[in-house]
């Protein structure tokens, strides 16, 4: 079955230091991946997707992802974490039945 | 704008109820998706729609059902069977072209407790 983990609860950064968030899939064939990003009591904004093309996707509020097929892993990043980039997120990949598997999610604490 | 709309925000149910949560959107997408969130078990599936008058059991449907009457709208209803429904619920919607599902767009989600 096709499938992401996040290894990490929660990660902690200080502002202005670099922000990654890490994620690893499982799946047969081409990877489509995803990442989203929750703040407390509303639903999930989309940041960034990898479907083909270049390894190293660029998405919303200055985020990006590398997609690395040796690795089986498409971690988020983001240069210079800010105090509002607090937040759950989830990295997902296309399943079975063209739905979306979810991770567990990584609370990411910026330090101000 | 376009859109997902979940309703209503907040909604407590008492034991034996069955409540309906509310899921409507104006982004023409095929296919409908309802997750349940609890605290560090992220997102759970309990159904899915890819058409209109046609329907899935996700992950874990057991103690819900729905309807899928129209495009725009997939309510979900939590029945007395589902023994733990306090819960945030999450409704989504997708876009496919050739059977190729660029993503979710969610909505707000509702959040169900039980009193």
Not at chain 1, 34 to 51: A, E
Not at chain 2, 51 to 56: G, P
Request: with cysteine; glycine share 8%; aromatic share 14%.
């Amino acid at each position: 079955a096709q499938s992401v983990a996040q290894p990490e609860d929660q990660v902690n950064v200080a502002e202005g230091n670099p922000l990654t968030v890490k994620c690893t899939y499982s799946v047969s064939g081409n990877p489509y991946l995803f990442w989203y990003v929750q703040y407390p009591n509303r639903g999930l904004q989309f940041l960034l997707k990898y479907i083909t093309g270049d390894n190293l996707v660029k998405g919303s509020y200055g985020f990006e992802a590398e997609f690395n097929k040796s690795q089986t892993s498409f971690h988020l990043k983001k240069p210079s974490a800010l105090v509002s980039d607090s937040a759950l997120y989830f990295c997902a990949v296309r399943a079975e039945n063209n739905r979306l598997a979810f991770g567990k999610g990584n609370q990411v604490v910026v330090i101000p | 704008d376009g859109g997902i709309t979940q309703s209503p925000k907040y909604l407590f149910r008492k034991e034996g109820q069955n409540v309906t949560l509310s899921c409507e959107q104006n982004l023409n997408h095929d296919a409908m998706y309802w997750y349940r969130q609890d605290p560090g078990q992220g997102l759970r599936l309990i159904y899915y729609s890819q058409i209109v008058n046609d329907f899935q059991k996700g992950d874990i449907a057991e103690g819900y059902s729905v309807s899928r009457e129209k495009k725009e709208s997939f309510p979900l209803t939590v029945t007395s069977a589902q023994k733990n429904p306090t819960a945030f619920y999450l409704c989504a919607s997708s876009i496919t072209r050739g059977k190729t599902n660029y993503g979710y767009t969610f909505g707000s989600g509702t959040r169900l407790t039980v009193v």
